[in-house]
């Protein structure tokens, strides 16, 4: 059973507040008790990260929603908190950051994923319900249950096409590269309407994002992941993601409209 979008917004904007693991209060990884994927490694030589992955002590850890939890969900009080780990913002960027945590605070704004629009990147990759990982030599699939949404990653390309002759999208245009172990991922083309939290963050037709995942430890995995928006933000900001293989877990189908409880009756979202 999937849990209610509102208690996922609490989520993402915890964990974007302050990075996965401490949110989500993920044991030190040399504590994580997990399987790790088997082979080790692919024909290639490359790590094997095929399978599924989740959030440590996230919803499929721990949390079953209301009918298996007492009292609020975590994270669903924290939606109008301005962030404490990013750089400075310019203006006009600064006001319109302000303004959109004055009407989150006054139950004034709706965030899109309300009304089952994807998150998009980088917020998807908080993951709410794990993420199935798909290598081929070409092209690495990143699927996020939650939305769903897919990511892919091409790993033939060298460049991005010039920003001018893509097409924005939620997802991005995402290119990959090994370097030794760790997959270097570089996104680009993002929707400007899509936010970079559920306060609203702001961002830039030049936003940029670049991870680096390392399985740090045989079946833990980590994302660093970087923000570099030189319109928007005074400097680069880096947050952290932990993710924890599971090979007893399958993708599963999740259709937001038939279970959206920020919805009403007649089809409203519950912010407005």
Request: aromatic residues 8%; negative net charge.
């Amino acid at each position: 059973m999937k849990q209610p979008i509102s208690i996922i917004i609490g989520l993402i904007s915890m964990v974007l507040a302050g990075g996965a693991t401490a949110q989500f209060g993920t044991p030190v990884i040399e504590e994580l008790e997990v399987s790790p994927p088997v082979p080790a490694r692919l024909p290639d030589g490359r790590p094997n990260w095929t399978g599924f992955w989740i959030v440590p002590n996230g919803l499929l850890d721990t949390y079953r929603g209301p009918s298996g939890v007492d009292g609020q969900a975590p994270g669903t009080n924290t939606r109008s908190a301005r962030r404490q780990d990013i750089p400075p913002l310019k203006e006009p960027y600064e006001t319109m950051y302000v303004e959109a945590l004055r009407k989150s605070a006054a139950g004034e704004l709706s965030d899109p994923v309300a009304a089952c629009f994807p998150p998009g990147m980088p917020r998807v990759m908080v993951m709410i319900y794990g993420m199935e990982i798909l290598q081929t030599p070409n092209v690495i699939s990143i699927t996020s249950e939650w939305g769903p949404a897919t990511r892919r990653i091409w790993m033939d390309l060298d460049e991005h096409p010039p920003l001018e002759e893509l097409d924005p999208t939620y997802q991005g245009h995402s290119i990959g590269r090994w370097e030794d172990d760790t997959l270097v991922i570089s996104t680009v083309g993002i929707r400007e309407d899509v936010p970079l939290d559920f306060g609203q963050l702001p961002h830039s037709p030049r936003l940029h994002v670049i991870e680096r995942f390392t399985e740090v430890r045989p079946g833990v995995l980590v994302n660093e992941l970087t923000v570099e928006d030189p319109e928007v933000f005074e400097e680069p900001w880096t947050s952290r993601y932990v993710y924890v293989y599971r090979p007893d877990f399958r993708l599963q189908e999740f259709v937001c409209q038939e279970n959206n409880r920020n919805i009403d009756a007649d089809g409203h979202s519950v912010f407005e």
